[in-house]
């Protein structure tokens, strides 16, 4: 049996990379992919260590948890990831909509370049869908640090912090 899951579309990764570019014109790289991961995944939220103020949302995040789509094993998940969010990335850069320059050096900075209405509407459809923990993504956790003691990189667990240059 077949079953498709929007983690392994290449095309829907690009769809919500642009959503995370739209909301975050500045933003980088890896960041964008643990981004990316919780629109994915939102139920995981919940397994953040979350800063006191946003305590709230963890009732949120449970409340989305579906057995069936959330992934076992978040680390290695995002892991697997990696390939079709590297390639959807450099297929969003080919386009235009981001600063080739600034992604040659790890971020993802938006262009001048407009995104199509009707793809624009697709996005703040997909987002209201997943709302409120979209918010909670793009608004939140997209202004925190990535990097050391804290960043999102710590707080999430899927990416190795302790070695970065703060």
Same mark, same amino acid.
């Given at each position: 049996m077949l079953i498709y899951h929007p983690?392994?579309?290449a095309f829907h990764c690009v769809f919500r990379m642009l959503a995370i570019i739209e +909301?975050?014109?500045d933003v980088e790289v890896d960041k964008a992919r643990l981004l990316d991961f919780y629109l994915l995944f939102p139920a995981l939220i919940a397994n953040i260590r979350l800063p006191t103020e946003l305590a709230s949302v963890r009732k949120a995040a449970k409340?989305?948890?579906n057995i069936y789509h959330d992934p076992l094993s978040p680390k290695n998940a995002f892991r697997d990831l990696r390939h079709i969010q590297n390639a959807a990335i450099k297929c969003? +850069?080919?386009s235009g909509l981001i600063e080739?320059?600034?992604?040659?050096?790890?971020?993802l900075v938006r262009t001048e370049m407009q995104i199509p209405l009707i793809i624009k509407e697709k996005i703040g459809a997909f987002i209201d869908s997943r709302q409120p923990l979209s918010e909670v993504v793009l608004l939140e956790l997209s202004k925190m640090r990535l990097t050391g003691d804290n960043g999102l990189k710590h707080r999430t667990s899927l990416m190795e912090y302790r070695y970065d240059a703060s």
């Open positions: 983690a392994y579309d +909301a975050v014109p409340l989305a948890s969003v +850069a080919a080739s320059e600034r992604f040659k050096s790890g971020f």
